[in-house]
């Protein structure tokens, strides 16, 4: 069955950085690829870009361009996100999901940017 | 990018009644292929989302058929034939015709 596991919760610094990783299972990797999203507390869900499982192409929401990576590995079948110079708005519970669609979720990683 | 306006944004029901959510497009969801990429999930408080409707009305694989999904263009809608205790929870809409992919505000739905 189709799993994706992701790393544990982060608190960080404002201005610091966040690399959030997201293991898949029971599907080929490279032939599908993986979304990001995040869901602020209690708010609804800000979808932040998509990449490519073979190709590595990547298609970022604008909001977010210049200030997020998406990458992957596909020897260990884990994607990637890194967000840069954190503010206290990117306090959020972020999800890798199954290519673009968002078939399948992984269970989310809390991350907390607090002084 | 594309809006998906839902409603009602909370809705009580009464077990075993029917309920319905509406979501409306900013944009046609049809695709070049012919098909709508309109997606339904429902998220438990704690939970990650499930995805319970794909393509408009397509089911995923083990959601109970008293879900069903209809639409086209820029109207669709998630109907629940009969609710069920488990139902409960928030249930957002997802576009996934248009770069950015964009979702609705989310309706809870609450007995």
């Known amino acids: 069955q189709v799993q994706l596991v992701q790393s544990g919760a982060e608190v960080k610094k404002p201005g610091a950085s966040v690399r959030v990783s997201c293991k898949s299972s029971?599907?080929?990797?490279?032939?599908?690829?993986i979304t990001w999203v995040r869901q602020a507390p209690g708010k609804g869900f800000e979808w932040m870009g998509w990449i490519n499982g073979y190709t590595g192409d990547t298609n970022y929401a604008q909001k977010f361009q210049g200030r997020v990576t998406i990458t992957t590995d596909a020897s260990t079948s884990t994607a990637f996100m890194e967000l840069r110079t954190l503010t206290s708005d990117d306090t959020a519970v972020y999800y890798c999901?199954?290519?673009?669609?968002?078939?399948?979720w992984g269970q989310g990683t809390l991350v907390t940017v607090s002084s | 990018d594309v809006v998906l306006s839902q409603s009602p944004l909370s809705l009580p029901v009464t077990l075993g009644q029917p309920a319905s959510i509406s979501c409306r497009s900013s944009?046609?969801?049809?695709?070049?292929?012919?098909?709508?990429?309109l997606n339904w999930y429902h998220q438990r408080p704690g939970q990650s989302p499930t995805r319970l409707i794909y393509?408009?009305?397509n089911r995923d694989s083990g959601v109970p058929d008293r879900f069903s999904g209809s639409g086209s263009g820029t109207d669709f809608r998630l109907n629940i034939s009969r609710v069920e205790a488990e139902d409960v929870g928030i249930y957002y809409c997802m576009q996934a015709t248009h770069w950015p992919r964009t979702f609705g505000q989310g309706t809870k739905v609450e007995i």
């Open positions: 029971g599907y080929t990797f490279v032939n599908y690829g």
């Open positions: 999901a199954t290519d673009d669609q968002l078939d399948f």
């Open positions: 944009q046609s969801l049809l695709y070049t292929d012919g098909d709508a990429y």
């Open positions: 393509k408009v009305s």
